[in-house]
């Protein structure tokens, strides 16, 4: 978030919510369903955005139709203390993280891994290895989702060739 102080009522609690079930809503839309104009609607929307609480609009895709089959967590373990940063660049390396973040436990970072196959799962898993300060790593495959709707079930890029 920027700098200012993000403060917000009900009514942009409101269009928040809207945007997030559908971010293709038109302001015309939102406003109807929570009694605003359209104008006001996409003035609490720039607002929304240029104080950072609205910080984008994405498409949730069924991540098999862009190639990603397989899907799998991998706690990674750092030998000493491998500084947020340091991590953050090894991720950026990889298109097949989705997701990482450091964690609390015995891990050091959480990844969020989707593959072609389990092939290309290891071939990730085996690049992840071989940066120096990485010690080891446990994977958990995905399944199935068991909340099919959520961020975590879709993808947002398609699979490297």
């Given at each position: 978030?920027?700098?200012?102080?993000?403060?917000?009522?009900?009514?942009?609690?409101?269009?928040?919510?809207?945007?997030?079930?559908?971010?293709?809503?038109?302001?015309?839309?939102?406003?109807?369903?929570?009694?605003?104009?359209?104008?006001?609607?996409?003035?609490?929307?720039?607002?929304?955005?240029?104080?950072?609480?609205?910080?984008?609009?994405?498409?949730?895709?069924?991540?098999?139709?862009?190639?990603?089959?397989?899907?799998?967590?991998?706690?990674?373990?750092?030998?000493?203390?491998?500084?947020?940063?340091?991590?953050?660049?090894?991720?950026?390396?990889?298109?097949?993280?989705?997701?990482?973040?450091?964690?609390?436990?015995?891990?050091?970072?959480?990844?969020?891994?989707?593959?072609?196959?389990?092939?290309?799962?290891?071939?990730?898993?085996?690049?992840?290895?071989?940066?120096?300060?990485?010690?080891?790593?446990?994977?958990?495959?995905?399944?199935?989702?068991?909340?099919?709707?959520?961020?975590e079930a879709g993808a947002t890029q398609a699979a490297p060739e």
């Open positions: 978030m920027s700098s200012r102080t993000a403060s917000f009522d009900e009514l942009d609690r409101k269009i928040i919510t809207a945007l997030m079930a559908n971010a293709r809503s038109s302001f015309a839309e939102i406003g109807a369903s929570i009694g605003l104009s359209a104008t006001a609607v996409k003035r609490r929307v720039d607002r929304l955005r240029e104080t950072g609480v609205i910080t984008g609009f994405t498409a949730t895709v069924e991540p098999s139709a862009l190639g990603w089959r397989t899907e799998a967590y991998v706690e990674v373990y750092c030998e000493g203390a491998a500084p947020p940063r340091r991590l953050a660049e090894v991720v950026r390396n990889h298109p097949e993280i989705t997701a990482a973040m450091t964690v609390t436990g015995g891990a050091d970072a959480l990844l969020h891994v989707r593959a072609r196959d389990v092939d290309h799962f290891e071939e990730v898993l085996e690049r992840i290895r071989t940066v120096p300060f990485i010690r080891k790593t446990i994977s958990v495959m995905v399944l199935s989702h068991l909340l099919p709707d959520s961020p």
